[in-house]
């Protein structure tokens, strides 16, 4: 980065209100190849920004205070992660350098959304939303305090009465009311909520617009109740993590999400490109660990460690807390969730303490890297598409602020990644999951450089994305 010699000629010779006409753009990202999923444009151009938006898109060079060299560089509209649970410094530290400009926890959300925004007002490296949750909701009424984000008693297992069920109505209506971006659910992690009680939540979701993000059960099966019951609700319904919700049955479950689209229902899904999936030891997906046959144990890892469990290791680390990788799909069910046109990309990401998974660090990277250039599985338009403008659209009806993201256009939010094509890929293991993505050298967020030549920088202007509270006129 440079400043601009034509500001620099103004300020030294005072005069800087005679040449307010000509001031550059705050920053520029110049001779870059441009692609923008939402026109097509994929061509060299010059993009000018002022104020936190871009204000040009041009065939032709722009002044700028500063100015970033793209030559050889993708730009691209920032990368937008519609479930990512590292929801602080750490862990938006590694998504900004795998391209992310935008991070939402929706799948399992908070039951406190003033709260939530409020712990993270003042400026963060990225945007970030949150969903209002029924799993959190759910611990909350009967009284799962729970080790983490999961429920590991009563709030997963326990049935709830109907009274419990109508506080569970009015945490998700406030929520909603409070700016909550979506509705989340687990019904994976909650197998005492019947689909009765499930869809009653679908309704409340459905009932303000806000999409269903949903960690579902059962396979198959699982997908159609999930499905039968958010259409009778009217929810958008999103689906999480496709690879892992459909194992091997993956072919299945996108034939049956395609033909809910062609009936007319408004559902979307997502994956992460990779074989192993993380989550904590304690919940309800492990409730019937004792009658596993010996070898399953090893697919298991223990991210505090990193060792592989056994029956007796198992039980200890089931006991005392924590997360755990679950390795066991083929790297073609990774292959064939990533080329399907239905799915978005995102991360399920969390890292604490310098442990995690390495998809926190690396999910954009290796799509582009391993899936786009070396085995061409997905275009570099599309696969931008998944990662940016069908994220944005996903949230826009609710939360009108997303209308400004994901693209690369005059007027939109100047949240803009840079990329190498030639080098950009994953580095993250599973044994470091905080090795930084290669290949992504500037990450602009609300017109700031948050990335500069593969660092991140102490600028902070990630801002909350929020959808619009109620006010008390309007019942909030």
């Known amino acids: 980065m440079k400043i601009h010699r034509t500001l620099a000629a103004c300020l030294a010779a005072g005069l800087l209100g005679a040449c307010a006409a000509e001031a550059p753009y705050d920053l520029v990202i110049a001779n870059g190849r441009v692609m923008d999923p939402e026109s097509g444009l994929d061509a060299v151009r010059h993009v000018g920004i002022r104020g936190g938006t871009i ?58 959304v003033p709260a939530w925004y409020g712990a993270r007002e003042g400026g963060q490296i990225v945007n970030y939303g949150v969903s209002v949750g029924h799993i959190p909701a759910r611990m909350e009424v009967l009284g799962d305090p729970g080790p983490g984000l999961l429920p590991a008693g009563v709030g997963g297992s326990g ?55 949903i960690h579902l059960r059962s396979g198959v099966p699982g997908l159609d109740s999930t499905l039968a019951a958010a259409g009778r609700a009217g929810a958008p319904l999103h689906i999480v993590h496709v690879n892992s919700s459909a194992g091997d049955d993956l072919d299945e479950f996108l034939q049956h999400i395609q033909a809910a689209l062609d009936a007319g229902m408004d559902v979307t899904t997502e994956a992460y490109p990779y074989g192993a999936g993380m989550t904590e030891i304690q919940s309800a997906l492990f409730d019937d660990w004792e009658s596993w046959p010996d070898e399953r144990f090893g697919l298991h890892q223990l991210v505090s460690t990193g060792e592989r469990l056994t029956r007796e290791s198992f039980g200890r680390a089931r006991g005392e807390g924590g997360t755990v990788i679950i390795h066991g799909r083929s790297e073609a069910q990774t292959r064939a969730a990533i080329a399907s046109p239905l799915s978005m990309i995102a991360s399920d990401g969390f890292i604490e ?23 061409g599985v997905v275009d570099l338009m ?95």
Request: avoid cysteine.
């Open 353 to 375: 303490n310098g442990r995690g998974h390495p998809r926190t660090s690396g999910s954009y990277a290796k799509v582009l890297g391993r899936y786009v250039r070396d085995e």
């Open 55 to 112: 204000q040009a898109v041009s065939a032709t060079p722009l002044d700028g205070a500063k100015v970033i060299d793209a030559s050889g560089h993708v730009v691209a509209p920032g990368f937008i992660d519609l479930h990512e649970h590292g929801q602080q410094e750490e862990s938006y530290a590694m998504m900004v350098r795998d391209g992310v400009t935008s991070a939402f926890e929706l799948e399992v959300g908070t039951a406190d």
């Open 159 to 213: 049935t709830a009465t109907e009274a419990q069920i109508l506080a569970m109505e009015e945490i998700l209506r406030d929520g909603l009311r409070q700016g909550a971006v979506a509705v989340g659910f687990g019904s994976a992690y909650t197998p005492g909520a019947d689909m009765d009680e499930i869809e009653r939540m679908f309704r409340i979701a459905g009932e303000a617009g806000a999409s269903a993000h």
């Open 382 to 476: 599309d696969a931008l598409r998944r990662m940016s403008l069908e994220p944005a659209i996903r949230l826009q009806e609710r939360t009108p602020a997303m209308a400004s993201k994901g693209r690369i256009r005059v007027g939109a939010d100047a949240d803009v990644t840079v990329f190498d094509p030639a080098t950009v890929l994953d580095r993250a293991t599973y044994e470091d999951a905080t090795l930084p993505s290669a290949g992504i050298p500037y990450v602009v967020v609300g017109g700031q450089v948050v990335v500069d030549r593969g660092a991140v920088t102490d600028a902070r202007p990630g801002r909350a994305v929020r959808a619009p509270v109620a006010t008390a006129a309007q019942g909030g």
